[in-house]
């Protein structure tokens, strides 16, 4: 089946300007999960959906980050005003059926951000 | 906190030689150990994984211990082949997130 999905692959943005990150889950999964892979900080988790809620949004590194999910399944993050140091992959993960520390979670291919 | 840490790299091998490369954690509780490969061009994939002390999660070749005792979950591979080339993350989760080691990229010679 298909598997965890995100766009666009790539994205150049000037600073300041606002970006939208989008990630589709595998089907079914209710839990899903965003982080972001940078040089300096490795891989960092940002926020955890358990259906549309976020329990945990303590990874959010700043205000100008937020993130909704609709229908419990497609996510959005969005950053605003970008800086230079949001460079970075960010990944997006989904795991069935409950989240949990024993379930797998199957990582999408990431979307790229650099600002210029 | 939690906080995984493991072996720095890169590491380069010849085909055929045998891999570990160490990791260590700090975690309340019982946290799940996994090990997560990023082969060249691609996402993040589970390569194995260890929910209680003493279990050992095996897959392709690579195996891995959980022990408790020295808070280790050290991989392990007998002979690697040039298709093993990639990054290793050693990764922790006793709730829902994952926390990760830095990463090690391992090269294999022909």
């Known amino acids: 089946g298909a598997g965890v999905s995100q766009s666009p692959s790539n994205k150049v943005t000037e600073k300041g300007k606002d970006v939208e990150l989008r990630c589709d889950p595998i089907?079914?999964?209710?839990?899903l999960y965003w982080y972001r892979q940078s040089l300096g900080q490795g891989l960092e988790f940002l926020i955890y959906?358990?259906?549309?809620?976020?329990?945990?949004k303590s990874g959010l590194p700043s205000d100008r980050f937020s993130a909704e999910r609709t229908g419990g399944s497609v996510s959005t993050l969005t950053i605003q005003r970008t800086q230079q140091e949001d460079s970075a992959v960010y990944l997006c993960?989904?795991?069935?059926?409950?989240?949990?520390?024993?379930?797998?979670?199957?990582f999408g291919p990431g979307t790229r951000l650099t600002v210029t | 906190g939690n906080s995984v840490t493991q072996m720095e790299g890169p590491v380069t091998l010849s085909e055929e030689a045998f891999l570990t490369i160490n990791c260590t954690y700090t975690?309340?509780?019982?946290?799940?150990l996994f090990w997560y490969v990023q082969y060249p061009g691609e996402g993040l994939q589970l390569l194995l994984k260890?929910?209680?002390?003493?279990d050992k999660g095996s897959n392709k070749g690579f195996e891995a211990t959980y022990r408790k005792e020295t808070t280790s979950f050290h991989l392990e591979k007998g002979s690697v082949q040039v298709s093993d080339s990639a990054v290793y993350f050693c990764?922790?989760?006793?709730?829902?997130?994952?926390?990760f080691g830095a990463g090690t990229t391992v090269t294999v010679r022909a």
């Open positions: 975690a309340t509780g019982y946290p799940s």
């Open positions: 993960a989904s795991s069935s059926p409950f989240g949990g520390s024993s379930y797998e979670q199957y």
């Open positions: 089907s079914g999964h209710t839990a």
């Open positions: 990764a922790l989760s006793n709730d829902y997130k994952l926390s």
């Open positions: 959906f358990q259906g549309n809620s976020a329990p945990d």
């Open positions: 260890a929910t209680k002390a003493d």
